[in-house]
């Protein structure tokens, strides 16, 4: 395929504020081609791609459509020229029928100008038949059907709105196996229509399945652009870390017996996740890894009883959980969480003290708890992981995002709990807050707290972790020992 | 969050960063809005009557006119500052005095049992309220509504649409006997009233329960992941809200001196007018007792007030207490700092 750039971008810059997302960036897409974007979290993907879909609209450097040069000021203007997007939350309507879901907004006016029902079923389904779908009733809500089936309509709308060039972010992460393959059938398709492809995802093994060309981004610029065929997974993740990698794989854990295991998930089954059989012991921490969509944050919601399970059990400090718990269950029994959204688990309105004794208010006074005590313990926690200013009365929501988390933290450092579930505890700060706050995280541990922290940032789960349990698309797929691990292993094993 | 306590952010480079957790003496002078509009209607009512609204009589009146008002915006306070709203207080509030009366006067009960009795019904469609509300995730704006019509149809049917006038000794004196002989201007229902406050600031202030429905209000999914039971938080109140209007009821009856077989639909939207002019955000999470005793007070001296003022065309009023009364919210809004902050 050597035809012309459908679409081309020269020396893109953007920076926000202080931070250059992106510096002069070369990219070109060719007519019928799917092109792969690929690097860690914070390379540029996301900007790269918002630019090409016209979502921001200050930028350096040259758009060019079709050897014109273009300027996109929304999202609107740029499918109005033919380049749509597929974002990861699809943007469809449920409730609506797969046929409605199709001509959202552009339905088929009859003469009356009434919308012609009939036209449109009938296009709808003859659209889906030419890609294979027969079996689609475009009369039924689109919630009826699966994720994988939702996808196909959106892709089918953008389509049916003109758009030439398909932008996809992440496709696959929410999809099974089976609608993966499906979903690479339609790329196939699609490419023989002569559409072009922007396909963003952290699989490296699908890129190599589904790309023509793969350019890859560290630190918001380009370095390369490679044939898939000139290419190998190796190679790709040497250019995405920016240094070679070993091509030995680690050893397996050794399934090491703890003396005291404190948590023990055996066998635990959800939609999200299934067959997760995993165990913590006192003074440990263990990294939970997965890119987004892997079911590691759903199998942590599940152990503070946030995500109801259907198979399997939870057991802390050998005391089985019934079937289902409540998060108040949970914490009396042992279990703390703290999640990624700070906004959802802290009361930002309101005092440092009175977020971090919320928990354990009934251990402080039976009915009336008395506020010097209550100061006592905050100021205490809140010393000990440094919060700063070290304010008790502040409301939390004046404090920067690395201070909010340690708050979070501090929760539990003065009834400390058995088992402390982490979600994602260092998502958006800067270097010094993300280490100081793995540092609490550690020190947890080092009190005897069985730690697991759920990430999909390599950086953070190698950094704090004794063990790492990898999963990918809903099951565990392999247990390492830190020792001497690098992020190219755990991205392989993706 | 959208609801904030003074500035988001101190800017880079502001001078001496003001000592952490002290408030400014602005940020005091405005959280406390609502009693800087009660005094000055208290000014201009004082000047524009003439003398005769500032006569310790009318004033003692206001505290009167103010004492339903007020058990019920103490049961209401509990309910929104958890989020949730109570649509069912002023039929309830009709329904428990009928029961009271009817009891006491065909099926002879004796007194206080019929009063008690009554009582423990209001509780009891409190309960109802929020238990329904939660086991069936139905929003409480939807399960009230449909328990006021309940109550008031229960009202109809226990009453045979008639009027009672003839009440128990107990039930009169709660509602116009004075404390202290007949001289004492204190009355036993404005006793009763200031009571209610009392203890329901104090239980909001101190308790561990009063720190639950807070937070609750504040953030249910943060509160959950901190262990509150905020379902039980949520039931409790919207059960102390069915219990107080219940005693709203006896009060009122007792007041009017009869038991009326329909509520007085106005009571509803005037308790939540007075809590929010209170400054308790409709979202939870936001507000004080004292607050609303003050917003109540604001709402009855502008009852009172307009009444006072012979030169307003009675037909005026109502249109002039719509008015004062969006202006005083949105003073309270802007003053007491409750802007959003976050537009997303």
Redesign the interface.
């Known amino acids: 395929m050597n035809a012309a750039p459908v679409l081309e971008l020269r020396s893109i810059s953007k920076n926000f504020r202080a931070l250059q997302a992106l510096s002069e960036v070369n990219f070109d897409l060719r007519e019928g081609e799917t092109h792969a974007l690929c690097g860690e979290n914070g390379a540029g993907k996301s900007t790269l791609m918002r630019i090409l879909a016209g979502i921001y609209s200050e930028y350096q450097g040259e758009y060019l459509l079709d050897g014109q040069p273009v300027h996109f000021r929304s999202p609107r203007e740029a499918l109005r020229r033919g380049i749509g997007m597929i974002h990861q939350e699809l943007s469809v309507m449920p409730e609506l029928t797969v046929a409605e879901n199709m001509f959202l907004g552009r339905q088929p006016i009859s003469p009356h100008g009434t919308v012609d029902w009939g036209a449109m079923n009938r296009t709808a389904e003859e659209e889906l038949a030419k890609l294979g779908f027969l079996e689609i009733d475009v009369r039924r809500p689109l919630e009826k059907y699966p994720l994988g089936i939702q996808q196909v309509v959106e892709v089918l709308r953008t389509i049916l709105s003109g758009a030439r060039v398909l932008i996809m972010d992440e496709p696959t992460t929410a999809l099974s196996p089976a609608e993966i393959e499906r979903l690479i059938q339609l790329i196939d398709t699609l490419r023989r229509t002569h559409r072009s492809i922007v396909y963003i995802s952290h699989f490296i093994s699908e890129v190599m399945r589904v790309a023509d060309r793969i350019t890859i981004l560290r630190d918001g610029r380009n370095v390369g652009t490679v044939e898939r065929q000139d290419s190998t997974v190796g190679v790709l993740i040497s250019m995405i870390l920016g240094r070679e990698v070993s091509a030995a794989a680690p050893p397996p854990a050794s399934a090491k017996e703890h003396e005291r295991v404190l948590l023990d998930v055996k066998g635990l089954g959800a939609d999200a996740f299934t067959e997760v059989t995993l165990q913590v012991g006192a003074g440990e921490v263990v990294g939970l890894y997965g890119a987004i969509g892997a079911g590691h944050f759903e199998t942590a919601r599940a152990l503070f009883g946030l995500y109801r399970y259907d198979e399997g059990s939870v057991a802390v400090a050998g005391e089985t959980f019934p079937r289902v718990f409540s998060p108040r269950f949970a914490i009396e029994h042992g279990v703390a969480y703290a999640i990624e959204s700070r906004r959802k688990s802290l009361f930002l309105d309101d005092a440092i003290f009175k977020n971090i004794t919320l928990p354990h208010l009934h251990r402080i006074g039976r009915f009336v708890p008395r506020l010097s005590k209550e100061l006592e313990i905050a100021g205490a926690a809140i010393t000990l992981v440094g919060v700063h200013p070290p304010e008790p009365r502040n409301p939390v929501g004046k404090l920067s995002g690395g201070n909010q988390q340690k708050v979070a933290l501090a929760r539990w450092l003065t009834f400390p709990p058995k088992v402390l579930v982490v979600a994602e505890p260092t998502r958006g700060m800067d270097v010094g807050a993300k280490s100081e706050v793995l540092k609490i995280v550690r020190d947890l541990a080092e009190q005897g707290i069985a730690v697991l922290v759920a990430s999909s940032e390599p950086e953070t789960v190698l950094a704090v972790s004794d063990r790492i349990v990898v999963m990918s698309r809903g099951r565990v797929v392999r247990q390492l020992m830190n020792t001497n691990l690098d992020k190219d292993v755990l991205m392989r094993l993706l | ?1 959208n ?3 003074g500035p ?3 800017k880079e480079g502001s001078r001496k ?1 003001r ?3 002290a408030r400014t003496w602005t940020e005091r002078f405005t959280a406390l809005a609502p009693l800087w509009t009660l005094l000055v209607l208290g000014i201009v009512f004082g000047f524009g009557s003439g003398g005769s609204f500032l006569r310790t009589v009318n004033l003692n009146n206001i505290l009167i006119q103010s004492s339903p008002l007020a058990i019920l915006a103490t049961g209401m306070t509990f309910v929104l500052l958890t989020g949730e709203i109570d649509l069912s207080i002023a039929a309830v509030m009709g329904l428990t005095g009928m029961i009271a009366a009817r009891l006491y006067l065909d099926l002879e009960i004796p007194e206080p049992w019929a009063v008690l009795v009554a009582l423990l019904c209001a509780t009891g469609l409190g309960l109802v309220n929020g238990v329904v509300s939660m086991r069936f995730r139905i929003p409480t704006f939807m399960t009230t509504l449909a328990m006021s019509m309940i109550a008031d149809g229960l009202n109809q049917w226990v009453s045979g649409g008639k009027t009672i006038f003839q009440l128990s000794s107990l039930v009169q004196d709660i509602g116009s006997a004075r404390i202290g002989g007949d001289d004492s201007l204190l009355r036993v229902m404005t006793a009763i009233a200031i009571g209610t406050l009392l203890v329901g600031l104090l239980v909001l202030r ?4 009063g ?2 429905v ?2 609750s209000g ?2 249910k ?9 905020v379902n039980m938080v949520i039931i409790s109140c919207l059960t102390i809200c069915g219990f107080l209007s219940g005693v709203a009821g006896v009060v009122m009856a007792g007041h009017l001196g009869s038991a009326l077989p329909t509520s007085i639909p106005s009571f509803l939207i005037e308790t939540i007018a007075a809590v929010v002019l209170g400054g308790t955000a409709l979202t939870g ?2 507000g004080s007792m004292f607050l609303t005793a003050v917003g109540v007070l604001i709402y009855e001296t502008l009852r009172n007030g307009l009444d006072n003022i012979t030169s307003i065309n009675n037909f005026m009023k109502v249109f002039i207490t719509g008015l004062v009364l969006l202006v005083a919210l949105i003073v309270n809004v802007v003053f007491s700092g409750h802007r959003e902050r976050d537009l997303a």
Do not use: I, K, P, W
């Open positions: 969050m609801r904030s306590e988001v952010l101190e960063r000592r952490a957790g101190f308790t561990r329960f720190r639950y807070y937070m504040a953030s999914s943060a509160a959950r992941l901190a262990g509150v039971n999470g936001r």
